[in-house]
């Protein structure tokens, strides 16, 4: 008889996307093999990526924060398979319950709950799990620069179209 709960789940976490913009204007950047800045979506995954999917269409409704996504990350793990950076986003990370560490640009930082981290654009980043238990994390992207040029120029488009 198969049995599955979270800690079989890929990457073994549980997340969920609560509310998200209909235009996905912020980009996911990680570093190849070489080195260099690659786009997260070039590179297969064995699962969709939540980042990729839509919520129920009544959720599709924000106009500024490209998302809300809630996650719980169980001990030992990240949030993400690997580091990344957002260059055209700011980043907020609200620590709901647990505690873990922060790495924003090879710089580490415990966090714990009641913690708002605040992830500038361009800054290579991951939140991990380094307790014993699960670590509540709620986050929050929002365009800026290109990202907020892109989101302008797919408003408008829906606007005239």
Known sequence: ????????????????????????????LVRNDEGRRQERSEIPAPVLRIYETDAPPERMCLRTIQCVQHMLIPPGHR???ELHIHPDAEELVVVMSGSG??????????V????????????????????????????LAAP??????????????????
């Open 112 to 139: 714990t709950a009641g913690d708002v981290i605040y992830i500038p654009p361009d800054t290579e980043h991951e939140i991990r799990n380094t307790s014993d238990e699960l670590l509540g994390v709620l986050f």
């Open 1 to 28: 008889m198969p049995i599955a709960n979270w800690k079989t789940q890929s990457h073994n976490l549980v997340q969920s996307l609560l509310f998200a913009n209909p235009h996905r204007v912020i980009r996911m």
């Open 79 to 81: 949030h993400v398979q």
């Open 144 to 161: 800026v620069g290109e990202g907020l040029t892109r989101l302008a120029e797919a408003q408008a488009a829906d606007s005239a179209g």
């Open 101 to 110: 560490t922060a790495i924003l640009d090879g710089e580490s930082s415990p």
